[in-house]
């Protein structure tokens, strides 16, 4: 719980029971967790409090979302955990089509060059296919 703590103030987040409990799941998870993995992994908080810890991590940058096709959106903490984006939060996630498990790929997001006047601010680059234990 220390390094959820840590995490929270140096963003400026008070460290709050339910945001501890969200944070510390998030840093143990071997991927993007979607809310209903963590109602199970926390069973003892409601379904609610962990939708508001998600959206306050995701609006102070602390962990980013990811939509990798299924409906239900998925989370990460950021890689810098700090409240401030880095080039590692745009990333390539797998989303395995025979287990439904979705991985952090530690590949950038390939550079697109936009026409003039566009500026990306976010990207969102899922693969999808059979992870090493599907296939």
Do not use: W
Not at 10 to 20: M, Y
Not at 55 to 76: I, M, Q, W
Not at 78 to 92: E, I, L, N
């Amino acid at each position: 719980m220390k390094q959820a703590a840590d995490i929270l103030r140096h963003a400026g987040i008070s460290a709050t029971p339910n945001r501890l409990l969200v944070v510390d799941a998030l840093l143990g998870a071997p991927g993007p967790l979607a809310l209903a993995d963590l109602e199970t992994l926390l069973p003892t908080m409601e379904r609610s409090g962990i939708f508001r810890v998600l959206s306050l991590l995701a609006e102070s940058h602390v962990a980013h979302t990811v939509n990798d096709g299924t409906r239900s959106l998925k989370y990460e903490l950021c890689p810098a955990s700090d409240g401030g984006h880095t080039a590692a939060d745009h990333h390539v996630h797998f989303h395995c089509t025979a287990c439904g498990r979705t991985y952090c790929l530690d590949i950038p997001v390939p550079a697109v060059a936009l026409p003039e006047g566009y500026e990306a601010v976010t990207a969102n680059f899922v693969l999808e296919g059979l992870c090493p234990v599907c296939s």
